[in-house]
C-alpha cells in the first residue's frame, strides 16, 4: 500500500492564465518536488453539461463520469476559484452541482486557495462553503487560506515566483495531505 498522497486541483476559472491556474499551477509544482505528494490538474470544466436533475443517473454524461471518477481516484481537492458577481462562477457552480448527486466528494478532505485582492471573493467562498456542505465535504480549515496574488509574484513562466506565497501555497498542500 502506498503513503502517496493525491490532490486533485480544481480551477474555477476557464480563462487561460488565471490568477486562479497560476495559483494551482505552482500547487502541482510544489507537489512534484514533495516525496508522496503528487496532483492532478482537472481541464474538463468547459466540457461539463448544464446540470440537469434528470440527466444525473446512469449512465452519466461521459464529461460528469469523467468528473466522478477524478475525484473518487483523489485523496483530496484543492479548488482555486474566482468571485464572478458576489459569488461562484456558473461553470464552477455546474460542477459542484454535477458532485451533489455523487457520494465521490462526501468525506474528501477539501481545501481552497481565495488568490482575490484585499476585500474581494468573499462571495466566491461562502457559497463554495455552502455548496461543499451539501456535498458532505470534510472541508480542512487549515486548507482555506486567502492569499492575494499580485503581478509581481508571477514570473514569466506563469508560476508564482514570490518565495512568501510559495510556501503559503505549500502549506494548504501539506495540510491536504495529512488530513
Not at 81 to 100: H, Q
Amino acid at each position: 500500500m502506498s503513503n502517496e498522497r493525491h490532490i486533485l486541483l480544481l480551477p474555477g476559472s476557464l480563462r487561460a492564465g488565471s490568477t486562479n491556474e497560476t495559483v494551482l499551477r505552482t500547487a502541482a509544482e510544489l507537489a512534484v518536488a514533495t516525496p508522496g505528494l503528487r496532483t492532478t490538474y482537472y481541464t474538463g470544466l468547459a466540457e461539463l453539461p448544464h446540470f440537469n436533475p434528470d440527466h444525473d443517473q446512469d449512465p452519466l454524461p461521459e464529461p460528469v463520469a469523467g468528473l466522478r471518477a477524478a475525484i473518487e481516484a483523489a485523496d483530496a481537492l484543492l479548488v482555486c476559484t474566482p468571485e464572478y458577481a458576489g459569488t461562484l462562477p456558473g461553470s464552477f457552480k455546474n460542477l459542484l452541482d454535477w458532485t451533489v448527486g455523487g457520494v465521490e466528494i462526501s468525506d474528501k478532505p477539501v481545501g481552497w486557495i481565495n488568490a482575490a485582492n484585499p476585500g474581494r471573493g468573499g462571495g466566491a467562498e461562502a457559497t463554495l462553503r455552502t455548496v461543499l456542505g451539501y456535498t458532505g465535504a470534510a472541508v480542512v480549515e487549515e486548507a482555506c487560506v486567502r492569499i492575494p496574488l499580485g503581478r509581481g509574484a508571477v514570473g514569466p513562466g506563469g508560476l508564482v515566483v514570490d518565495p512568501v506565497v510559495r510556501e503559503r501555497i505549500g502549506e494548504v498542500l501539506a495540510a491536504l495531505a495529512a488530513a
